[in-house]
């Protein structure tokens, strides 16, 4: 595990003015944990904060909206990035999920407070308030249209709402416990749920119908992706022809990421088995970054890079902290984490 370089979160707003200071830790496993501060002495005649640190560590690069920190005794440097924009005023509590539509207008976000909220992207403004689950929502996301919400929540039921005017226009029963993630197949006549009941079930959006239980763990399953499978892999076959109302589910491999510490690989259409990984903890979020290569995160903190080809070994195991890893999305060449640290 690498040296761990942090600064405090609200860092962006104490060196916008001048003496302004945030506090630095930079730590490694098994030693000592190093604490610093940055400084602000003032402005350089291009605007740029002329930020200082304190022993032991080195201020690199710095820019309006970015500063490169390095601890040279750990040989260790970050990045840390100021936002772009700050919505302080969309919810009161802790944020548990959120999306932007296909165009970037729109967004959606669920949170603690107990709200589901649509919101404009450019300024924050909300726009709709999505009422209808009972108890916490735990995921959202758009359609591909964007014009289209799905959610789910601890009610274990799982809604499609309108964007435009947040009417409920389709409510699916059958889990017995929280939904937990979903997912939606190709433009969205089908979509994908997964529970704390240990299931994973498609469903048909236009007769509000279950097509089936997809896998049924006997584990709670945190985490869904659906993908494309490289060619390669063997999906297995259907033990009885596919309804007529699935559409877009061959050749997909749906990923779940589960409690009892398994990632699994189950053929959509043919409900089969594809491969079965055992890590270091609950699994409670997963990814494909392509057809080959997949991600997913645990609550000790690893993020495991896998070939779907053969799981038997990890391509390699990111561990940066402790922390749980809550959410993976691809992002360009690489990927994006979260973490609840």
Not at 323 to 340: E, K, M, T
């Amino acid at each position: 595990m690498a040296a761990t370089l942090r600064i405090q979160s609200d860092w962006s707003r104490a060196l916008s003015r001048d003496e302004g200071e945030a506090w630095l830790s930079c730590r490694s496993p098994g030693k000592p944990t190093l604490y610093g501060s940055v400084t602000r002495r003032g402005l350089s005649s291009d605007g740029v904060p002329d930020i200082v640190a304190s022993e032991g560590f080195l201020v690199g690069e710095v820019t309006k909206k970015s500063i490169l920190i390095s601890c040279p005794h750990e040989n260790v440097s970050t990045k840390f990035l100021a936002p772009y924009t700050s919505f302080c005023r969309i919810h009161q509590k802790s944020i548990t999920c959120l999306d932007i539509s296909s165009g970037g207008g729109l967004g959606v976000s669920t949170s603690t407070d107990g709200t589901m909220k649509i919101w404009q992207a450019a300024n924050g403004e909300i726009r709709r308030l999505l009422e209808g689950h009972v108890y916490d929502v735990n995921c959202c996301r758009f359609f591909p249209s964007g014009l289209v919400v799905l959610s789910g929540g601890m009610d274990a039921q799982l809604k499609i709402w309108s964007a435009e005017d947040a009417s409920c226009v389709v409510t699916f029963k059958g889990h017995k416990g929280g939904i937990l993630d979903t997912a939606i197949v190709d433009r969205g006549r089908n979509v994908l749920s997964c529970s704390r009941d240990g299931t994973a079930r498609l469903w048909d959006c236009g007769k509000s119908a279950c097509l089936g239980i997809i896998a049924d763990c006997g584990s709670p399953i945190n985490g869904i992706a659906v993908g494309t499978a490289d060619d390669s892999l063997n999906l297995g076959t259907p033990e009885k022809p596919p309804s007529e109302r699935e559409v877009g589910t061959e050749g997909k491999i749906l990923m779940l990421a589960r409690e009892d510490k398994k990632l699994q690989g189950v053929g959509l259409q043919s409900r089969q088995p594809v491969f079965l990984f055992v890590g270091s903890d609950a699994f409670n979020c997963c990814t494909f970054l392509s057809s080959t290569y997949i991600l997913a995160g645990t609550q000790d903190g690893n993020i495991y890079q896998l070939d779907v080809r053969n799981t038997n070994a990890p391509i390699q195991v990111i561990h940066r902290s402790g922390a749980p890893v809550l959410s993976l999305l691809p992002y360009r060449d690489g990927f994006i984490a979260s973490q609840g640290n």
